[in-house]
């Protein structure tokens, strides 16, 4: 199994262009989900689906979509690049079982100038 | 709203002492506590965790304590290595929502 992958490992856009953020995962895990570190903070979660066709907010949604048409990719959007969001993004995916340990990608920087 | 936090911030030791990280949250409906390393500029290597059931896990030289009455963890790191300098963070799944809440994190520097 390769786990939680994602694409691109670095990313440099310019404000106001969009992107997608690519995280799968080859577990089939129902529930997957989307961080963002900055620095002298913890992660902070972002998005989360809990299965196919099912995603909600987490605590910093703004700036971002997503959408969850299998159950292997979870891609994070960024519709309108801010300065504000250079950053580390991780994904990561569980089961959906309560209390399991939830498993973490490589991480994506991206800088926005 | 669950919060977390991770004391101290930063701790820098000679090699081959015992060390103790410390990591408090503020709501005790928790599923588990997870504690991850970090090195710089890399992904989270999980590196135990431990169910609400449950006081302690043990993985080789480390030692991770929950206490989940008081909102307290420790992470014990016996015979510190210059390997063992990262960072590492703390985090807990809430009973609510499947989400887990981070601590910023400490900084361990282990000098040779």
């Known amino acids: 199994n390769a786990g939680v992958t994602q694409t691109p490992k670095f990313q440099v856009l310019k404000t106001g262009q969009s992107m997608t953020l690519q995280c799968a995962q080859d577990?089939?895990?129902?529930?997957m989900s989307w961080y963002r570190q900055d620095p002298g903070m913890g992660l902070r979660l972002i998005h989360y689906?809990?299965?196919?066709?099912?995603?909600d907010q987490g605590e910093v949604p703004n700036g971002y979509n997503v959408s969850r048409s299998t159950t292997e990719d979870f891609p994070l959007r960024l519709l309108s690049a801010a300065p504000s969001q250079t950053s580390v993004y991780f994904c990561?995916?569980?089961?959906?079982?309560?209390?399991?340990?939830?498993?973490f990608g490589p991480g994506t920087r991206l800088t926005v100038t | 709203k669950q919060e977390v936090t991770q004391i101290p911030a930063a701790l820098s030791v000679p090699e081959g002492e015992n060390l103790v990280l410390n990591c408090s949250f503020t709501?005790?409906?928790?599923?588990?506590l997870q504690w991850f390393r970090q090195d710089p500029g890399k992904g989270l290597t999980s590196l135990l965790l431990?169910?609400?059931?449950?006081r302690e896990q043990t993985s080789g030289r480390l030692n991770a304590s929950l206490d989940k009455s008081s909102g307290r963890s420790t992470l014990y790191i016996a015979a510190s290595q210059p390997g063992d300098s990262a960072t590492y963070l703390c985090?807990?799944?809430?009973?609510?929502?499947?989400?887990?809440?981070f601590g910023a994190g400490t900084i361990l520097r282990v000098k040779s």
């Open positions: 990561a995916s569980s089961p959906l079982v309560d209390g399991h340990e939830q498993y």
């Open positions: 709501d005790s409906a928790i599923y588990n």
């Open positions: 577990m089939n895990h129902e529930y």
């Open positions: 985090a807990v799944l809430g009973v609510y929502g499947n989400k887990l809440v």
């Open positions: 431990i169910q609400s059931s449950q």
């Open positions: 689906s809990v299965g196919a066709g099912i995603t």
